[in-house]
């Protein structure tokens, strides 16, 4: 069955990074377009970035913009999503989606704070 399986999360002061991974099985994982969505403390989903299945085109949202790559490994399976100049306001759960198929991983916190 699909599976998407988030990890990487975690505590971290302001100004650090972390990287996430999302390791999937279940659909064909190099021909499907992948992103990067998060929820923040008391509000909906929102959209981080998105990879294409080559890995050579991305975009990103405003909001973490020039702080943050999206990059997929197909040979592995796996999406990242490296994090830097981490702020408070980063805080939420990360969630890695299959566009394709809509599939959602179950997600991986991160919290930003001294």
């Known amino acids: 069955q699909v599976q998407l399986v988030e990890s990487g999360g975690g505590l971290v002061q302001p100004g650090g990074s972390l990287t996430l991974s999302c390791a999937t099985s279940g659909f064909t994982f190099s021909s499907t377009l992948m992103s990067w969505y998060r929820q923040l403390p008391g509000k909906g989903r929102e959209w981080v970035a998105t990879i294409d299945d080559s890995g050579n085109s991305r975009i990103y949202a405003d909001s973490v913009k020039g702080r943050s790559t999206i990059s997929r490994d197909n040979a592995k399976r796996t999406l990242y999503l490296q994090m830097n100049s981490l702020k408070p306001d980063d805080t939420a759960v990360y969630f890695c989606?299959?566009?394709?198929?809509?599939?959602w991983g179950q997600g991986t916190q991160v919290t930003v704070s001294t």
């Open positions: 989606y299959a566009v394709d198929g809509a599939y």
